[in-house]
């Protein structure tokens, strides 16, 4: 009989623990953000600032939830019938609703301009230098995402709408010299850990949307416009690339492309074994 009451103390005890500790740790900012939103994993540095909106927005609707709720409680007890025989033709006279409703637009104006707005205007706006940056062209196509490097020498060989061909999805002009060290790979694209990425997109035939969840990146491919978009990996990685626009009937299939996040020296390696893959090649 004590055994049984001291499992049952130890039982309890042990679920009142992590019951603490999940509270605790659902408290802080990133407890948050996994534990109770379950946000898939991050591994960008632009990304934090999104996780971070979501979050906040959170708190906010959670402390709207536990408002209403507690202020039906109350109001099912003040105005039960039982209580209050005579109806009342005055009603309430409080100013507390009001001032409860203008911190409530407040914050969410807050949220808004302050950081939503920003937060959009710097994601469109503001690119790293191609300098300072690992450059990449991609072009989607049905159903795979094609990915072109300047080679070694850094720089991108001329390329040409008119040489756009089933074969040659970057319009590449086979004659130019500073083309022939370029990298180009398929469903598989690498970047460096730690530097900016900047992402020229576009689409050879119908509209897709490049979404790198781990990333927080989603941009839409347009034909005919070479849109930049930029992220810089913070963790080395395999992550899923998905398309976020339906494009026909293969369109799942497109989460078949990948970002490889590298060390420097890996990456490095892995440009110099593509070197000189851009070239137009034949399929038949
Ligand atoms: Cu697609």
Redesign the pocket.
């Known amino acids: 009989m004590k055994d049984w009451f001291a499992h049952l103390w130890q039982m309890v005890s042990d679920a009142s623990a992590w019951l603490w500790h999940f509270l605790g740790d659902a408290c802080t900012r990133d407890g948050f953000a996994h534990r109770v939103l379950g946000l898939p994993e991050l591994a960008s540095a632009n990304g934090k600032a999104v996780d971070n909106l979501m979050v906040y927005v959170h708190w906010l609707m959670l402390a709207l939830f536990v408002g209403w709720v507690i202020y039906f409680g109350y109001v099912l007890f003040r105005f039960n019938a039982a209580r209050n025989l005579k109806a009342s033709y005055v009603g309430s006279k409080s100013k507390l609703p009001s001032y409860v409703e203008l911190a409530i637009v407040a914050i969410e104006a807050v949220l808004l301009l302050g950081i939503a707005v920003p937060l959009w205007a710097k994601n469109v706006n503001q690119f790293p230098r191609p300098e300072d940056a690992t450059v990449i062209q991609i072009v ?1 196509q ?2 795979a995402w094609n990915a072109r490097y300047p080679g070694p020498d850094g720089k991108f060989g001329r390329q040409d709408m008119k040489l756009v061909a089933e074969n040659n999805v970057f319009g590449i002009d086979p004659t130019d010299p500073a083309g022939k060290d370029d990298v180009q790979v398929f469903n598989e694209i690498h970047v460096p850990v730690n530097k900016p990425v900047l992402i020229y997109l576009s689409s050879k035939d ?1 509209i ?2 490049l979404k790198l969840v781990a990333m927080r990146l989603t941009q839409d491919a347009i034909p005919g416009l070479r849109i930049p978009c930029t992220f810089t990996p913070t963790k080395i990685g395999r992550y899923q690339i998905e ?1 976020a ?1 339906l ?2 009937n293969g ?1 799942a299939a ?1 989460a078949g492309g990948f970002v490889v996040v590298q060390s420097p020296a890996d990456y490095a390696a892995w440009l110099a074994g593509k070197s000189g893959s851009a070239a137009p090649q034949s399929f038949e």
């Open positions: 989607a049905q159903f119908v897709h949307s398309c626009q494009c026909g369109h497109m």
